[in-house]
């Protein structure tokens, strides 16, 4: 894990890390500062993951986006990738997360329109994403999927199936929150 106001650098460019978005599965998420504006820098971690087994992570995030962008998903730009440092430079997208928003009660029928249309993208070309409502932030009325994570369909996991049970406030989005308030 990085610092808060720690400069690190990705390919010879200096960013100054402003706050932590979030953990997933697969690397750490900063807001960062460059010359040029707002960004996300990920740092790949290593930590072990119960329910998720990876390839090599870095790898993985290149192909994924690749894949995703192929099919239309509306994701942010892959800007740069350090390969020797396991860091990605990505487009910073400004909104709520469709987590933020079912909790604040924001949620919107045209989100999950979105959401939808993406599932028909999505299933056309045999993949799932994750479609946990942290990795979707609205922007100007526009749902992006900010991770580049993405696998080979399965029913099990496709959005009606498992992601639609955290997009309002099912007991399993409550659940979820009453966890991570309760996590120190």
Not at 78 to 91: F, N, Y
Not at 107 to 117: G, I, S, V
Not at 149 to 166: A, R, T, V
Request: contains cysteine.
């Amino acid at each position: 894990m990085l610092n808060i106001n720690e400069e690190v650098s990705v390919n010879n460019t200096k960013y100054t890390l402003i706050k932590l978005l979030g953990k997933g599965k697969g690397g750490y998420s900063y807001l960062a500062e460059g010359k040029n504006g707002l960004f996300v820098l990920e740092q790949i971690h290593h930590e072990p993951c119960d329910y998720y087994h990876f390839g090599n992570k870095i790898e993985a995030e290149i192909a994924d986006y690749h894949r995703l962008t192929r099919i239309g998903i509306r994701i942010p730009k892959l800007l740069d990738v350090d390969l020797k440092q396991e860091r990605v430079i990505k487009e910073y997208i400004e909104g709520d997360t469709i987590y933020h928003l079912v909790l604040h009660g924001g949620m919107c029928p045209e989100y999950l329109e979105q959401m939808r249309e993406m599932c028909a993208k999505l299933y056309a070309k045999n993949t799932n994403i994750d479609y946990f409502p942290t990795n979707f932030i609205v922007q100007d009325g526009l749902l992006y999927y900010i991770d580049f994570e993405c696998n080979d369909y399965m029913d099990e996991w496709n959005f009606e199936n498992w992601g639609i049970k955290y997009w309002s406030k099912t007991p399993e989005f409550l659940q979820y929150v009453k966890e991570k308030t309760e996590t120190p």
